[in-house]
Structure formats: C-alpha cells, structure tokens
C-alpha cells in the first residue's frame, strides 16, 4: 500500500503543476478562457482521482481496513492539492 500512497502524492503534485502552468498559459494567451480551462481541469482531475481509486480497488486492495485507509487518505490529498493549487493561482 505504501507504494500507492507514493503514488498518489506523485499523481498530485503532477496535477497540481499541470494546472498551475495551464492557467498561467491561459491566462496570458487567451484571458476569457480561463474560467472554461478551470473547469474542464477540474472534472479531469476528478475523473483521474477516480481511476487511480477504482485501480486501487480492483488490483490492490487485500481487506475492507486497508481500502478504507487508502480512500481517506486519497481523499485528504485531492483537498490538499485542490487548496494547494487555488492558494497558489488566486
């Protein structure tokens, strides 16, 4: 499990530059476009914080404890990166 976790903190500091260098991108080549990328990156990072979950599910989870375990802490670390990310661009 230990490798998931590391995983997931890799998976979300890479999504949260992603993001950043997106917006910045956006936002000095097409300013009125910034709201529409906000939002398009924010169901892609929802929808791939989905999939690593459901991977997670189907391919590494061995007892109930260690399933719940993760999905906290998966979840703890999308609202870090969400907080993280909008701190850092607003």
């Not at 997931?8 to 500091?13: A, E, L, N, P, V």
């Not at 910045?24 to 097409?30: A, S, W």
């Amino acid at each position: 499990m230990v490798v998931w976790i590391v995983f997931s903190m890799f998976f979300f500091t890479v999504l949260t530059m992603v993001w950043i260098k997106g917006l910045g991108v956006v936002k000095r080549t097409q300013p009125e476009k910034a709201v529409t990328f906000y939002f398009i990156m924010a169901a892609i990072r929802f929808l791939m914080s989905l999939t690593v979950v459901l991977l997670f599910l189907l391919f590494a989870t061995r007892t109930h404890e260690e399933t719940v375990i993760f999905c906290v802490t998966f979840c703890v670390m999308y609202v870090a990166m969400v907080i993280t990310s909008i701190a850092l661009k607003h």
